[in-house]
Nanobody
């Protein structure tokens, strides 16, 4: 079984910064692509940023230049540095990972989410 645990969410003023972390644990052989998604109330879940095992990244247009995704394969951990946060950024942020388990099975794993609130 694989667990993804997000941390780092919270309340920040407009223009502020937060750093999210996602730690994967359990029976992990290796992790393929990882990504951050977000879901605001009444809206569909959307991709914020993704990163391959090799470090290639892509971002939603709405966060380009403000957010940076990174990962540490030795720690099975992914990060999202969020700068210049805007009133439209608040949402529950979810971590996603394509995990090959120790038994050789592919699982599409999700974390429980962490709330990001932007308010003055």
């Amino acid at each position: 079984q694989v667990q993804l645990v997000e941390s780092g969410g919270g309340l920040v003023q407009p223009g502020g910064s937060l750093r999210l972390s996602c730690a994967a644990s359990g029976s992990i052989l290796h992790i393929n692509a990882m990504g951050w998604y977000r879901q605001a109330p009444g809206k569909q879940r959307e991709l914020v940023a993704a990163i391959t095992r090799g470090g290639s990244t892509n971002y939603a247009d709405s966060v380009k230049g403000r957010f940076t995704i990174a990962r540490d394969n030795t720690k099975n951990t992914m990060y999202l540095q969020m700068n210049s946060l805007k009133p439209e950024d608040p949402a529950v942020y979810y971590c996603n990972a394509g995990v090959i388990t120790g038994g050789g099975i592919y699982t599409d794993s999700w974390g429980q989410g962490t709330q990001v609130t932007v308010s003055s």
